[in-house]
C-alpha cells in the first residue's frame, strides 16, 4: 500500500493575498488614460490605434490592460498612471465674457485654463465649452471619463442658461421654442421657458436644454428673430453657479457634489475626495 500523501499546507494570508489572479487588479488602458484627464476614451482609442501610446516600451494595442506600475508613453512622453482608483475632483470656474475654452488661442485670447490652479499629476479636462460672448458655470475635472460622459447628448443632462433678449417672448415663440425648431444641425428645443423679470425692451428668461450642441441656445432665439444682448449658464446638471462666485474665479467642489455629478453622468464609483467645506477653499487665487 502506497503512503497517503500529506496534505499542503495552507499559505499565510498575505502569500496568497500576492498570489492572487493579476487580471483581477487590472482595468483596460485608454479608461485609466481618460479617467487620469488625458482625453476622452474614444479620444485615446483613436492614439492607441495611430500607435501614439506605448507601455513598457511596446507599442500599445486595443484592449491592453495595465495596473498602474508600468511605464506608459504618449508621443514619446511619459505620463503618470494611476494605480487603483484615482481620486475624483471636479472644478467650477465662472468664465468671464471674452475667454476662450481652448488650451491656446491662435489669436491671443485669454484662456479660461490660464486663470485655473494646478492639478496634481493630471490636468484638467473641460465638461463643455461656453462660447466666447457667454460667461457662467463651467465644470473642470481629473476624470476624463466623466467629462465625457456629462458632455455626451445619451446623458440628457439639464444646462440652465439666463438670457436677456431685446424682445418680449410672445405666446407663439414660446410655444415654438418648447415644440421644437428646425436648425442646421437638426431639430432643437428648450425644455422649460421661465420669465426673470426685466424691462419692456430687456426681458430675462431662464431656459433649460438638455444637449450641449455649439451656441444652441443663441440659434434657438435667433431662428425666431429674437436677439440675445447677454447669456449666462447658471446650471449644469446639479451644479448651479453660486451667487457670490465672480467672473475669472474658481471654487472646488466637496464629495457630495462631487458624487450628485457621477451619478448625473451614471457612474456608479464614488468620489474619494473628503467633503470640503466651501467657504475654505481656495477661491480663485490665480483667478484674480
Same mark, same amino acid.
Request: positive net charge; glycine residues 10%.
Given at each position: 500500500?502506497? =503512503?497517503?500523501?500529506?496534505?499542503?499546507?495552507?499559505?499565510?494570508?498575505?502569500?496568497?493575498?500576492?498570489?492572487?489572479?493579476?487580471?483581477?487588479?487590472?482595468?483596460?488602458?485608454?479608461?485609466?488614460?481618460?479617467?487620469?484627464?488625458?482625453?476622452?476614451?474614444?479620444?485615446?482609442?483613436?492614439?492607441?490605434?495611430?500607435?501614439?501610446?506605448?507601455?513598457?516600451?511596446?507599442?500599445?494595442?486595443?484592449?491592453?490592460?495595465?495596473?498602474?506600475?508600468?511605464?506608459?508613453?504618449?508621443?514619446?512622453?511619459?505620463?503618470?498612471?494611476?494605480?487603483?482608483?484615482?481620486?475624483? *475632483?471636479?472644478?467650477?470656474?465662472?468664465?468671464?465674457?471674452?475667454?476662450?475654452?481652448?488650451? $491656446?488661442?491662435?489669436?491671443?485670447?485669454?484662456?479660461?485654463?490660464?486663470?485655473?490652479?494646478?492639478?496634481?499629476?493630471?490636468?484638467?479636462?473641460?465638461? &463643455?465649452?461656453?462660447?466666447?460672448?457667454?460667461?457662467?458655470?463651467?465644470?473642470?475635472?481629473?476624470? &476624463?471619463?466623466?467629462?465625457?460622459?456629462?458632455?455626451? =447628448?445619451?446623458?440628457?443632462? =439639464?444646462?440652465?442658461?439666463?438670457?436677456?433678449? $431685446?424682445?418680449?417672448?410672445?405666446?407663439?415663440?414660446?410655444?415654438?421654442?418648447?415644440?421644437?425648431?428646425?436648425?442646421?444641425?437638426?431639430?432643437?428645443?428648450?425644455?422649460?421657458?421661465?420669465?426673470?423679470?426685466?424691462?419692456?425692451?430687456?426681458?430675462?428668461?431662464?431656459?433649460?436644454?438638455?444637449?450641449?450642441?455649439?451656441?444652441?441656445?443663441?440659434?434657438?432665439?435667433?431662428?425666431? &428673430?429674437?436677439?440675445?444682448?447677454?447669456?449666462?449658464?447658471?446650471?449644469?446638471?446639479?451644479?448651479?453657479?453660486?451667487?457670490?462666485?465672480?467672473?475669472?474665479?474658481?471654487?472646488?467642489?466637496?464629495?457630495?457634489?462631487?458624487?450628485?455629478?457621477?451619478?448625473?453622468? &451614471?457612474?456608479?464609483?464614488?468620489?474619494?475626495?473628503?467633503?470640503?467645506?466651501?467657504?475654505?477653499?481656495?477661491?480663485?487665487? *490665480?483667478?484674480?
Amino acid at each position: 500500500m502506497k =503512503p497517503r500523501a500529506k496534505a499542503a499546507r495552507p499559505r499565510p494570508r498575505a502569500e496568497r493575498a500576492r498570489a492572487g489572479p493579476v487580471a483581477a487588479s487590472s482595468e483596460k488602458l485608454h479608461k485609466v488614460l481618460a479617467r487620469a484627464g488625458l482625453g476622452s476614451r474614444r479620444e485615446i482609442e483613436g492614439w492607441i490605434s495611430q500607435g501614439r501610446v506605448s507601455v513598457d516600451g511596446r507599442p500599445a494595442a486595443l484592449g491592453d490592460r495595465v495596473q498602474g506600475r508600468e511605464r506608459v508613453r504618449v508621443d514619446g512622453r511619459v505620463v503618470r498612471v494611476p494605480e487603483g482608483q484615482a481620486e475624483v *475632483r471636479v472644478l467650477l470656474y465662472h468664465k468671464p465674457v471674452g475667454e476662450v475654452c481652448t488650451r $491656446r488661442d491662435p489669436e491671443g485670447r485669454p484662456s479660461v485654463f490660464a486663470r485655473l490652479p494646478r492639478c496634481p499629476g493630471s490636468r484638467w479636462v473641460a465638461a &463643455g465649452r461656453l462660447d466666447l460672448n457667454t460667461s457662467g458655470l463651467l465644470l473642470f475635472t481629473n476624470d &476624463g471619463e466623466l467629462a465625457q460622459r456629462l458632455m455626451h =447628448p445619451s446623458r440628457e443632462v =439639464p444646462r440652465e442658461y439666463a438670457a436677456r433678449v $431685446r424682445s418680449e417672448l410672445t405666446a407663439e415663440t414660446r410655444s415654438r421654442l418648447l415644440r421644437g425648431v428646425e436648425l442646421e444641425d437638426g431639430l432643437a428645443r428648450f425644455d422649460s421657458i421661465e420669465d426673470a423679470g426685466g424691462g419692456a425692451s430687456n426681458r430675462w428668461y431662464k431656459v433649460v436644454l438638455r444637449e450641449g450642441r455649439n451656441r444652441e441656445v443663441r440659434r434657438l432665439w435667433e431662428s425666431q &428673430g429674437v436677439t440675445v444682448s447677454r447669456l449666462v449658464r447658471v446650471r449644469f446638471g446639479p451644479i448651479a453657479l453660486p451667487r457670490g462666485l465672480r467672473p475669472g474665479r474658481f471654487e472646488h467642489l466637496d464629495s457630495d457634489e462631487c458624487a450628485a455629478l457621477l451619478r448625473a453622468a &451614471g457612474m456608479a464609483r464614488p468620489p474619494l475626495r473628503r467633503k470640503a467645506n466651501r467657504a475654505r477653499m481656495s477661491r480663485g487665487r *490665480r483667478g484674480d
